[in-house]
């Protein structure tokens, strides 16, 4: 008993005296915040001590909150929160606060949450130092056991998993300029209010509060944990200056190699990625396409138009573990992550961006919806979805997906014997193609684009996988990228899926030393 009302006194001296009623804050006081903020001069966020920016990852990693600390243990809440410290990558502290039915509180930083690596650690560490984000728990898997399942630290970034996955892609709250010359820009949220549900509540909502030097943002999320995790965002943004690149609903990934590439020399992992592809459909041609993901030799962007985008997501369709091997990262565990705006957004471009990485390190691919029209300074700019994290079935496509990407040489035995062209090989499963018989007559419809050659293409069924095989060659245009796009059908409808692929001009399939 005396434990347990030293953790109820010690979760109460988190809160300072009631600032405003409950009663008179919603989404709209944020985005009157945000509309408020952007009409002043942006003023970067104050970092914090050097000391704290300057730990390993190591030292970093041994700054760990006390799990019977979290917000709303006392009450056994299904949602708990446990903030994240400052150090290493995330500098800057941020604003959090309690919406309960006392009030709006801050969330008041006290060191003593914490277990250091060192006494010289905990000694340097400010009374005032503020806290870099915060992650909420919720029991998953088992009624007594509280996972991890969202987390909102650095920048405007935040990981979510569903039950069976294990944190890998990112969301973000914004994309700004990605992949432009000028330098990418990284707003922040720098405030947010965490509305206390019941203790047996299956949702919760919370806010934040975005500002950057082109603009400031309101943001509610509206969270529900399960086999799929599914927020669902309301934003509204007020650009402070024009805005070259604007990326709504940004998702962020890695990909090192796959069954599509060359392995790079000296790895013995058959593939190693967070994500195998971006996944496209556009409401106005009801088309759903599927590009699988490279890791380029030189920054490469791609614009794929949409007229009503109906959803985009980085996804990890391949969640087999002999294709990854690997008992430490467990690729195989990845999450997808999908995204369906609520109501029409209008033309625009779904953008991938994919950069060139040495290793499995660096987060390499982003995806984001870009709205065709300008954006500049004084609008107000609306954007709602639904973001869910979870399987690699979250799109819930009614086509044949594509299971595998495979290319190689098309002047050798296995590949061909066309000088300079390219074998690709693409098995599609499920959808339409379940009901087929192994001899029934599915057609496969290439184009190849940028004045390549198709030489040849057909398709067979692979019995041992249960699959629909498209075997491709061409030849890319001299100096030109390979740019081909398939699906399968039959005399009556479309059967999967658009597959899409670019090789860039000049790729050696014989795999360079990296």
Do not use: C
């Not at 509309?35 to 760990?64: C, M, N, W």
């Not at 277990?115 to 010289?120: D, L």
């Not at 203790?199 to 999320?221: C, E, H, I, Q, W």
């Not at 479309?494 to 990296?514: C, I, R, S």
């Amino acid at each position: 008993m005396t434990k347990g009302i030293s953790l109820f006194t010690g979760v109460l001296s988190l809160w300072l005296p009631l600032h405003a009623s409950a009663a008179d804050f919603d989404f709209s006081s944020v985005v009157d915040k945000a509309r408020t903020l952007a009409a002043s001069p942006y003023k970067s966020p104050e970092p914090v001590p050097k000391f704290l920016q300057e730990l390993s990852f190591h030292d970093y990693q041994g700054i760990r909150f006390k799990a019977e600390n979290s917000l709303w243990n006392e009450s056994n809440s299904a949602f708990q929160v446990m903030p994240v410290p400052p150090g290493l990558f995330y500098k800057y502290p941020v604003k959090v606060h309690v919406i309960d039915e006392q009030g709006v509180h801050p969330l008041k930083f006290d060191k003593n949450q914490f277990t250091y690596p060192n006494t010289e650690v905990e000694r340097l560490i400010p009374a005032d130092l503020g806290y870099a984000g915060f992650k909420l728990t919720f029991p998953l898997k088992e009624p007594e056991v509280q996972s991890q399942f969202l987390v909102f630290a650095g920048a405007s970034y935040y990981r979510a998993v569903g039950e069976d996955n294990n944190f890998g892609i990112s969301a973000r709250g914004l994309a700004m300029n990605t992949g432009l010359p000028g330098g990418e820009e990284f707003p922040d949220f720098v405030e947010f209010w965490l509305e206390r549900p019941t203790p047996d509540a299956k949702v919760m909502t919370f806010y934040g509060l975005l500002n950057g030097k082109s603009l400031a943002g309101a943001y509610r999320f509206t969270v529900t944990p399960g086999e799929n995790t599914v927020l669902d965002v309301q934003s509204v943004l007020f650009p402070r200056q024009d805005v070259e690149l604007l990326g709504i609903a940004p998702l962020t990934s890695m990909f090192y190699y796959g069954e599509n590439t060359i392995r790079p020399r000296g790895e013995w992992r058959p593939q190693v990625h967070d994500s195998d592809g971006l996944l496209v459909h556009d409401g106005a041609s009801d088309e759903w396409l599927w590009r699988p993901l490279r890791n380029p030799q030189t920054l490469n962007m791609d614009y794929f138009a949409t007229q009503n985008v109906r959803g985009f997501g980085l996804l990890q369709r391949d969640t087999e573990f002999r294709n990854y091997m690997d008992l430490e990262a467990h690729y195989d565990g990845r999450p997808s992550a999908w995204v369906e705006p609520t109501g029409d957004w209008g033309k625009g471009n779904v953008v991938l961006v994919q950069l060139p990485t040495p290793d499995e390190t660096n987060d390499n691919i982003v995806a984001f919806w870009k709205p065709e029209a300008a954006v500049g300074k004084g609008q107000e700019l609306k954007y709602d979805y639904q973001i869910q994290f979870g399987g690699p079935d979250i799109a819930k496509s009614p086509l044949g997906q594509t299971e595998a990407s495979f290319l190689g040489d098309g002047m050798r035995i296995g590949g061909g014997n066309e000088e300079g062209a390219i074998r690709l090989i693409v098995d599609f499963a499920g959808g339409p193609l379940t009901e087929l018989k192994a001899d029934a007559a599915v057609l496969g419809d290439v184009s190849v684009q940028q004045d390549g050659e198709l030489i040849e293409q057909f398709v067979e069924y692979v019995e041992p996988l249960k699959r629909w095989r498209l075997s491709i060659l061409a030849r890319p245009a001299p100096d030109r990228p390979l740019n081909v796009r398939a699906f399968l059908k039959d005399e009556e409808q479309t059967l999967t899926e658009t597959w899409q692929y670019e090789l860039p001009a000049g790729t050696d399939l014989l795999g360079p030393a990296k």
